[in-house]
């Protein structure tokens, strides 16, 4: 029953950060979160569990940190000189590391990051927002690029 206990919490917890996401009209929302938390709870719980004698449970958990890499850079996209989709695929790679910890046991660490990926998409965001309108992003912007686009 804990093994299916450790799903569902990291599916719930993948969820719950992917309603922030489906809020702000994200590619990557509610079901894409949960998935990716359950799944990567799903392959810790059984690399601990099934391993066998011997087995190294962090070499299935370096591969889903990699896997999740993969699918993030699949979300980051480049539009003329603006580059989408980073903050979607660090959302995924942390969503993996929730589903990770969740997957070991780790019931309040996981909870406790939740909080704080919560806060930063939410409350940091907002800080942005207020403050990005008052700067310009050198590395973006050529030189004409505010006579003939306005901000940035």
Known sequence: MEIFFRILIAAALGAAIGFERERSRKSAGLRTNALVA????????????????GADPS?????????????????IL????????ITTAATLWV??????????GFYREALFSVGVVYFILTILWLIEKKVGKKMIYPSLRSDRSEENHGEL
């Open 59 to 75: 070499r299935i958990i370096s591969n889903i940190i990699v896997g999740i890499g993969f699918i993030g850079g699949g979300a």
């Open 78 to 85: 480049r539009e003329g000189g603006r580059v989408t989709g």
């Open 95 to 104: 969503v993996a590391a929730i589903g990770i910890t969740v997957g070991m």
């Open 38 to 53: 359950m799944g990567a709870a799903l392959l810790t719980v059984i690399s601990l569990s099934f391993g066998g004698p």
